[in-house]
């Protein structure tokens, strides 16, 4: 249980709802900032305006999955008005505060470091990038369905970048019965590939394994799609670039080539806000309990 701590939530998508409704079953006094918009509204919060004041006494403040860019804007679609962390709201967290987020630009790892609350970047930890592997991979697999028109079955599909989603959409491919080929850095991959029934390549040979290609998807996030691997690539190729933006394809040049190219960060809270939000929630109240009856038993 939660009982006796306060958290703020402040912006943030349909994920954020299913954390804010499991902190609530969890006896946590929610309040949040940027949901006023949400249909049916929530219950059981204190919704509130984002000043100093709010954080003063606040043991948790949860951020979106994008916590804010480097103007301190955060993305609230439930809100009908910017929210903005400026410094003297990021002053006011209480020292040893736990923040929570998905990934963190270099902004709020500033503050973190500045102002001496503990933050937490839940897209780091291998549980819950690995869950969140299969909605990114079913979202990819929605936008090839509607892009291009084939089956994937039967289809010759690349995969850029054998982490935690590479692997999980390679395997999904597979079981379609796509011939998969995956680009790899390391011979620990490469084996991996091997054992799983992949044909492993080094990235930085893309270029020789372009040439009867269906669909590209690229999970790299530094530019890796080039316009030099992009012009040698059939007309019909589609490429899916699933990395952070601006992501890790040259863009500009498949438009000017007439190919499809689509980038498509964040799918989890897109397709499968439900699932996505579950997977946050059961992370953050465990990670909050655990920390705060560590601290109990300290004291």
């Not at 902190?23 to 929610?30: K, Y």
């Not at 970047?121 to 291998?126: M, P, S, V």
């Not at 394809?249 to 699932?275: H, M, N, Q, S, Y």
Request: charged share 20%; glycine share 10%.
């Amino acid at each position: 249980m939660l009982t006796g701590l306060t958290i703020v939530f402040i912006g943030g998508d349909a994920r954020q709802i299913e954390i804010i409704n499991k902190c609530i079953e969890l006896d946590a006094t929610v309040k949040v900032v940027g949901f006023d918009l949400t249909d049916p509204p929530l219950t059981g919060v204190l919704h509130k305006k984002l000043m100093p004041s709010l954080l003063f006494d606040a043991d948790v403040i949860v951020l979106p999955v994008i916590g804010c860019d480097d103007q301190g804007v955060i993305g609230a679609p439930f809100s009908g008005e910017d929210i903005v962390m400026t410094k003297e709201i990021f002053a006011a967290i209480k020292e040893g505060a736990q923040v929570y987020t998905g990934m963190a630009k270099s902004l709020l790892k500033r503050m973190a470091v500045e102002f001496g609350f503990n933050l937490i970047e839940l897209l780091e930890r291998d549980d819950v990038a690995i869950y969140n592997s299969i909605p990114t991979a079913e979202g990819a697999l929605m936008m090839a369905i509607q892009h291009t028109d084939i089956t994937i079955h039967g289809s010759t599909c690349i995969v850029l970048g054998l982490g935690r989603t590479g692997f999980t959409l390679a395997q999904t491919l597979q079981g379609l019965g796509a011939t998969v080929k995956v680009g790899v850095r390391r011979e620990d991959q490469v084996a991996r590939a091997v054992q799983m029934g992949w044909k492993p390549f080094v990235t930085t040979d893309l270029a020789a394994y372009t040439g009867e290609i269906d669909l590209i998807f690229n999970t790299i996030p530094t530019m890796i799609v080039t316009a030099q691997i992009i012009s040698k690539l059939p007309r019909s190729a589609v490429i899916i670039d699933l990395a952070s933006a601006p992501g890790g394809t040259d863009f500009r040049f498949a438009e000017k080539r007439g190919i499809k190219a689509l980038l498509a960060p964040g799918l989890p809270g897109i397709v499968a806000p439900k699932t996505a939000g579950i997977i946050m929630a059961n992370t953050i109240c465990q990670s909050i309990s655990e920390e705060f009856h560590l601290r109990g038993d300290e004291m």
